[in-house]
């Protein structure tokens, strides 16, 4: 593994009972690069992001990452939370928020990998305590401007309207600091402005050294922000390359609007 | 889709949440309630159901040996006068229930709208709270006092609960067995090497700190219900041992003359006694609420809720699941630890039939009750499922059959609790909050 | 060998009997998610019944199976009334609450019902008229009695019926269609409300058969029996992996069986260890019980 890249995928596969819903898919992500895993419904790519966070135990293949400067780790078998604390870090495609929670709380809860303090610290709220609670609080804080949520920490976050949770998912996702960062079709159910709004928050997100790997149904943006696009029909890599690549690709094509089409 | 008739409510109720829109709520209301005549006719089809229903166990009384019938006519009556006019009552109160109008709801705004307007208010509150606490074991009698320390050691190991069922979501059905454990760790000390309160308190909450990491390691991988029945069985599988186990625990017989807290010599009389161990509570309990209103708000506290609302994601925050579930499960134990000494110290004398089933049911209750995760809701819980039955030793008899009416009644009328838990808000500078917009 | 068999149709007929009632459980938690803490009260209210209408009924002279019938008969009637009444108070004005809520209104359901039976009856053990007469052809027989057999049938024969009532009727369908999918059966035009209220008839009748067979069987009761059986019955069906209706018979059975032979060749002492040991074991190898399927999230 090449110290450009931060994540490298080979061979993958998993089966559910009968069905094979990723076929020795190869996969990698550069350092600082945006790129995209798309396909129909069913293709397999939040699969595939399964196996990486480890929701999902891989029957095959090997899924090796490199955090910035630091030597390449094979993650399979890893626990989820394990992986997310080597710098991995994901958002759902059904919003898993936590619905009790303030939204301040949600991304507080997403420091939770980077601070120290444990029970004690707590009952006796030690100095050290407090002041990492005021720390995490701020950084917090920062991740919710950063997404444009700084007017509404003290809502609850199921009271949020759905554009606003898909970005309080982003931003408690960036609270764990990741160095990549997963995003399971983030423009889902928006309308274009809140697209667009999306689209710059993306290549900001990359902008600071985060590199992204995005499931996205809106062809559009996907065109417009990601460096490298692959193409996953019925857990098979059909195709990947630039977007221009991609998109002139006829097997592409084919997978998305059906063999009537092939001419 | 049929659209039926219950659905209609939800409507009025999201209607009501702005204020303005209030009078046509109400209006929604009498529209909705069917008119009086229908309303009286299906009460007393409702009283002659329930006349059917009581017939054979309220009306005839039989004695199989000595082969007598006695009919008991009169109590038809008495059903049937009752089921139509709570039916009537019933009715009225799930209508209003449902339009959003009920009147709890308010209540506890309008109070915590009070507090929160002027500081100083809270601080008098709690100033009231704590002189009267300090006065009332020389205010009421021994008795009184006695009844109240109980009531409190209730607010203890409701607040222990609540760590695991409130905060966590893990639904624990037997914390009774970490409070035998606690119990039974003070009296077998001191009992064996008279060891004493001081002492055994810390040590009663380890062990049972220890036992539910124990116990938790195998079992936190079960899904809600699951994990329900087996803390449930391990609850019983402990009673049993305690009750068969003669040479460990002196079986069903228990152990008697367990010490009462050191008295500093004194030689405290009985009722000086109990108003020191009403003070020894009083502290506990203050010191529960601090450390639980802090842990709440804390790292581990904040882990608990995200596991309690949704364990994917949790684990995605690189939360660690098993190791959370375990601090949460040895937490609550080492309350219900601190519980058993106490109810050792406090009665003298245990025996396996104080860890019942029941008494893990009582302690879910009042959490439930209460307002899960509220430590004013468990407070609260704690009192009225406590206090009502001792102060229902009037109707003495009747006593249970209203409790178990009152748990269902406020179950129906109030889901969420009698005080529903709030999440702190956190304080920013007002140029902060000027994000950039959405 | 005559004592092995001996326990093990003991076992057998104590293992129907929780079959019967974690059936109920079952049923219930498979369609509303809710472990019905008052169906033990519904088995007592059923054995209530059944002794009140059988002693009325013998001092008009009637005796034998008519008695056995008509005993058994209100028993049914009354148990299946008590549980349609006690969703409706107690758990339908719950549906949309927090989820534990319903389960401590059951709770209190539970002490309010026990307290009832307590008040309006007796506290005192009251003895059960032996109802089922002992066959002549088992005369020689030493290792089954004839209540048991009879137990063991009627539980064979319940079983079978709501095998073909849930596989073959309309409501059947609706209720394993409710049971998968409550919102898309509702969305389909299932009438959830009714599909519930059955089912809750459904297993409190079950409650009431065996809350009769086996009061006729141990020759006595007390307003307390339900409780016990109740969280028996519901380990039963956990242990077979809840919301699974042969998981709920074979749960029953296997606790009934370790219940007897721990009994026979241990101690009658640590009976309920050796149940609720073995809950916890089974659990912990197969997390979802017996016959459970493992519901995996998707994400
Ligand atoms: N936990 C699971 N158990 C069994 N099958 C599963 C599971 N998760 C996914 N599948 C199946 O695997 C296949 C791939 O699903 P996946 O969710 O990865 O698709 P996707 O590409 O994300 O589709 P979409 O664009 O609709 O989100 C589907 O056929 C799905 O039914
Ligand atoms: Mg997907």
Redesign the interface.
Known sequence: MDGDQVLQVRGLTMDFGGLRALAEVDLDVGRNEIVALIGPNGAGKTTFFNCITSVHDPDRGDMIIQPPGKAPQRINGLKPNAVTELGIARTFQNIRLFKDMTVLENVMVGRHCRTRAGIAGAIFSTKQARAEERACMDFAFSMLAKVGLGNRADEKASELPYGAQRRLEIARALATEPFLLLLDEPAAGMNPSETDEMDRLVSRIREEGVSILLIEHDMKLVMSISDRIYVLDYGNLIASGTPQEVAGNSRVIKAYLGESFDA | ??I?H?NAPSIGKTASCDGYSLPASRRNLRDRLPKTGFNTLKSLGIAL??M???F???V???S??E?T?EWRWSRLVYVGAGAFSLSMLWRFL?YRMEAGTSFKKPLQERLSLFFQRKKSRKATALAAAFIFAALFPFIFSTYQTSIMISALMYVMLGLGLNIV?GLAGL?DLGYVAFYAAGAYCYALLNHHFGVGFWTALPLAGAIAAVMGIFLGF??L??????L???T???G??IR??L??WNEFSFGPSGIAGIDRPWDFGLGFTLRGHTIYLFYIVCLLVLLTMV?VS??RN??????W??LR??E??????????TRTKL?AFA?GATWAGFGGCLLAAKTTFINPASFT?MES?II??IV??GG?GSISGVILGAFILILMPEYLRAFS??R??A??????II??FR???LISAT????E?PEE??????? | MEYFLELFFGGLTRGSIYALLALGYTMVYGIIQLINFAHGEIYMIGAFTALIAASALSMLGLDGWSLLAIAGLAAVIYSAAYGFTLEKIAYKPLRKAPRLSPLISAIGMSIFLQNYVLLAQTSDFLSFPALIDEFPFMEDVTIIRSSELVIISVTALSTALLTIFIKFTGIGKAMRAVAQDRIMAMLLGVKVDRVISVTFIIGSALAAVGGVLISSHVGQINFYIGFIAGIKAFTAAVLGGIGSLPGAVLGGLVLGWTESFATGYVSSDYEDVFAFGLLVFILICKPSGILGRSSAEKV
Do not use: H
């Open positions: 889709m049929p039926k219950e159901w329930f059917f229903l009581t054979p166990i309220m005839i009384k039989v199989p040996l082969k019938i799930i069922v639904l195998p079992v991988r079960l899904r809600g219900d699951y329900a029945i087996v449930l069985g391990f019983e599988i049993l041992v009750e068969n450390v802090r842990l804390s790292r581990i506290g904040r882990a809720i995200a609302e949704d994917i994601a949790c684990e995605a925050m690189g939360i660690d699941k601090t937490l089933f049911a879910l209750s439930v009750l899960m008899e009747y249970m059959l409790f178990g009416a009152a748990m269902v179950m129906v889901p969420q609790g999440r702190k808000r956190y920013f902060k909050r000027e994000g950039e917009k959405p």
